[in-house]
């Protein structure tokens, strides 16, 4: 669930505007139905790829770059931000966004016609090029094409659009998987995204013809190549830490190198050391979106290999958690909510570590199969309390001609967070028997490597816990 807001809008009021019209007005219908389509199917994708995915890994033998198929997408992803950001600021909103669906479907036909493991891999991390392009686009658009008084409107329903994939979602692709096959699922997604780009096709290039000309901005070639570092630094840095053999040390060692001194110039001074006030709100972002999408990746596996749920099931423990989120979102927007985000965030991790310790309940035979998905409700609304509730901080310690890179900031830590905590979560799972680069496996796979993977992010949710007192600005 992640968004993205990483460049300024133009706060120019869309031309035409009604002032008692709302985004299904007439100036607005086509484009805001075009959009949240689109969210729409993004977020279809997410939902079905958990479900489908433990059976394309054992149908391609490929459990031993399980992890890879979920970090590879964010890692792509981090890239695709920066590049996006820019393009967008230069060029509007139009190209990257077109772009971005065009690459997404190529990525979703690589993964879906792939006949190994590694192709998957890498039809996934098409996509994610295509997701980030497209993502920070949509908010673009909507910063250029509504007027002030109507984004909170496209945002709600941007929001919304995740709730019927989160209880739908897995049921089709589960059904999709278990009658036609789990590459329909990847598929048949992008002769869908057809119909809205026909719809808000030409309102999008209307509404852009009635912009005024973007101010000229110059590109910045480092920070695009420090994306592009850090993206090269991750895959190498995950790459060699599921080899498990001495070939391993040098791509590793060489990942870090690049990974790591990248991070520290694209986010904002002080966040790695969580210094108080900005750098450890957007450092928590990425430590919640990381600790809680590393253990949902690995839930439908755990549930189809150690419970024998069908792919549908496994899937639907997921479905809790969407719906849930949803509740902590709404929670934390109510107006007492205000004086108390510090707490709402501390609360937030410690309910995001204790749902996932309670899904690994489920590895213990007596344990009733429906203990992930309560567990994973629970889960749900402490991430819906934290993201949000820092994302408000966020705002509210950002000076206005901050708003914009210090939004940037925290989709970047939220993406990192999720390609190093699955990165270290497929680490985890090859040492402990779920197979290696090096030697990828379609049998068995040990109660105990999952084990070891919820007890570690349910760790890392609790570090964010005890971090977040520092969220409150230093005083002067």
Not at 113 to 137: D, K, N, S
Not at 139 to 149: K, L, Q
Not at 211 to 224: F, G, I, K, V
Not at 404 to 418: H, K, P
């Amino acid at each position: 669930m992640t968004t993205a807001s990483p460049t300024s809008v133009d706060p120019t009021p869309a031309p035409l505007d009604d002032p008692a019209g709302g985004v299904l007005s007439g100036p607005y219908r086509a484009l805001t139905l075009g959009i949240v389509s689109v969210v729409l199917l993004l977020a279809f994708e997410a939902t079905a790829v958990n479900t489908a995915m433990p059976v394309a890994a054992r149908e391609l033998h490929g459990l031993g770059l399980y992890a890879f198929a979920f970090s590879g997408y964010f890692t792509t992803t981090l890239f695709a931000l920066v590049v996006s950001g820019q393009w967008c600021d230069r060029r509007g909103p139009l190209a990257p966004l077109f772009t971005g669906i065009a690459v997404f479907g190529a990525g979703l036909v690589t993964a879906g016609t792939a006949a190994g493991m590694w192709l998957f891999v890498a039809g996934r991390a098409i996509q994610g090029l295509g997701g980030g392009l497209v993502i920070v686009a949509l908010y673009v658009v909507v910063g250029r094409a509504f007027p002030e008084r109507l984004r909170p409107a496209v945002f709600a329903a941007f929001s919304a659009a995740w709730v019927l994939p989160s209880i739908l979602g897995p049921v089709i692709s589960g059904a999709v998987t278990q009658h036609l096959g789990w590459r329909w699922v990847f598929l048949a997604v992008p002769a869908l995204i057809l119909l809205p780009l026909a719809v808000m096709g030409p309102a999008l290039r209307r509404t852009e013809r009635g912009q005024d000309p973007l101010p000229a901005t110059p590109y910045d070639r480092r920070r695009t190549l420090l994306a592009a570092t850090a993206a090269v630094g991750a895959g190498l840095l995950q790459y060699g830490g599921q080899r498990l053999d001495a070939v391993a040390l040098l791509p590793a060692a060489a990942g870090a190198a690049l990974l790591f001194p990248a991070v520290v110039r694209l986010l904002p001074r002080g966040t790695l050391r969580a210094a108080r006030g900005l750098p450890t709100v957007i450092l928590l972002r990425g430590v919640a979106a990381g600790a809680f999408f590393a253990a949902e990746a690995f839930i439908p596996l755990m549930m189809v290999t150690q419970r024998n749920l069908s792919p549908t099931l496994a899937g639907l423990t997921l479905t809790s958690g969407g719906l849930s989120w949803a509740l902590g979102s709404w929670l934390q927007g109510r107006p007492w909510a205000d004086r108390h985000r510090e707490a709402l965030i501390r609360l937030g991790f410690v309910m995001t570590a204790v749902s996932i310790a309670g899904a690994a309940l489920v590895l213990v035979p007596a344990a009733p199969v429906w203990t992930a998905a309560a567990a994973w409700a629970v889960g749900g609304v402490g991430m819906g309390l934290a993201v949000a509730s820092i994302s408000v901080l966020m705002m509210k310690l950002s000076a206005p001609e901050e708003t914009g890179a210090n939004s940037a900031a925290v989709q970047l830590s939220d993406a990192l967070g999720n390609v190093l905590l699955i990165g270290l979560a497929g680490v985890l799972f090859a040492a402990l028997g779920g197979g290696s680069v090096a030697a990828v496996r379609s049998g068995p796979t040990p109660a105990g490597a999952f084990a070891v993977i919820f007890v570690v992010m349910a760790g890392v949710a609790l570090a964010g816990a005890a971090v977040s007192g520092r969220t409150a600005a230093a005083k002067a």
